[in-house]
């Protein structure tokens, strides 16, 4: 069956510096999407992109985040000055288009850690 | 705005039995979709079943069926012959015409042997 492959799994970083999360979305989605989960917390929806731009992003991405389809294959989720309250556990999802129809599709997820 | 409430935070069931988890959203539109995720302790998303509004049946999904009240806007997820693998977070989502997902804030299931 397809699969959203996530990397890193896990990454460690110092407050301040940049991460980059890499996706691969599954081979036949249109629409893109971050999701950010604070250990304990609920899941909350980031960005969604779609024909390389971003269609709808949250309160929470701010100018510190960016998203990018730099090849057309791997979708990357930046984060410019990593603080402290990014540590969380980061989902990209991916659908075949954006009817509520059709089943988004979750990778495993980067687990964040800033120290 | 969507909004999708989980008010129990964590529940506990033998197993062989029967469990409900309970589910409300809020919404004005007339078309979405809802769902039920489960997260292990691997953290990774699974569905676990999908309802949509216009349909007036119930999903099913082997051990698991959902109690849709669309007029209560009440959402409920049923795990039958609950098994130990059945224990992870599970979380409630509405999708509506943008397309991104509104979770709850989860609830905590332990299956006791």
């Known amino acids: 069956e397809p699969e959203v492959t996530q990397t890193p799994s896990h990454q460690v970083t110092q407050m301040g510096q940049e991460v980059i999360l890499r996706c691969v979305p599954i081979?036949?989605?249109?629409?893109f999407y971050w999701y950010r989960q604070i250990l304990g917390q609920k899941v909350e929806f980031l960005v969604s992109?779609?024909?390389?731009?971003?269609?709808?992003k949250s309160e929470i991405f701010d100018d510190q985040f960016s998203v990018e389809r730099p090849d057309g294959s791997n979708f990357t989720l930046k984060i410019r000055s990593t603080k402290l309250e990014d540590s969380a556990m980061y989902f990209c999802?991916?659908?075949?288009?954006?009817?509520?129809?059709?089943?988004?599709?979750f990778g495993a997820g980067s687990r964040l850690t800033v120290l | 705005a969507q909004t999708v409430t989980q008010s129990q935070p964590e529940m506990s069931v033998q197993e062989a039995e029967t469990v409900t988890l309970s589910c409300t959203y809020d919404t004005s539109e007339s078309n979405y979709y809802l769902f039920w995720y489960k997260q292990p302790p691997s953290r990774q998303m699974i569905l676990v079943i999908r309802q949509e509004a216009y349909k007036q049946q119930n999903a099913t999904e082997n051990r698991f069926s959902v109690n849709f009240q669309k007029a209560a806007k009440s959402f409920s997820l049923k795990i039958s012959d609950s098994q130990l693998g059945d224990t992870a977070m599970y979380f409630c989502a509405f999708t509506g015409a943008n397309s991104k997902l509104t979770f709850g804030k989860g609830i905590t299931l332990s299956v006791r042997p």
């Open positions: 992109f779609y024909n390389n731009e971003i269609s709808e």
């Open positions: 081979s036949n989605h249109l629409y």
């Open positions: 999802a991916s659908r075949m288009d954006s009817s509520g129809a059709n089943v988004l599709t």
